[in-house]
């Protein structure tokens, strides 16, 4: 039997959340182009990017 709607969405929801913690540890030691490689895997990621890369002071460098 397949996973209902709510699990997959529980399951893509968790991932991005792990996504996301792993790609801000990398942050404090990140270069210049690879805090603007972050910020574009952040936009491809989720749509609150925008509120993320503002706090990460990402919005900057993207630009």
């Not at 209902?4 to 801000?24: H, N, P, V, Y």
């Not at 404090?28 to 952040?42: C, D, F, G, Q, Y």
Request: hydrophobic share 40%; glycine share 4%; charged share 40%.
């Amino acid at each position: 039997m397949s996973c209902s709607e709510r699990r997959k969405e529980i399951r893509r929801r968790r991932a991005r959340k792990a996504k996301i913690a792993r790609l801000k540890a990398q942050l404090p030691k990140a270069t210049t182009s690879e805090k603007v490689v972050i910020a574009h895997k952040l936009r491809q990621i989720t749509p609150g990017a925008d509120v993320l890369i503002a706090s990460w002071e990402l919005g900057e460098l993207d630009r």
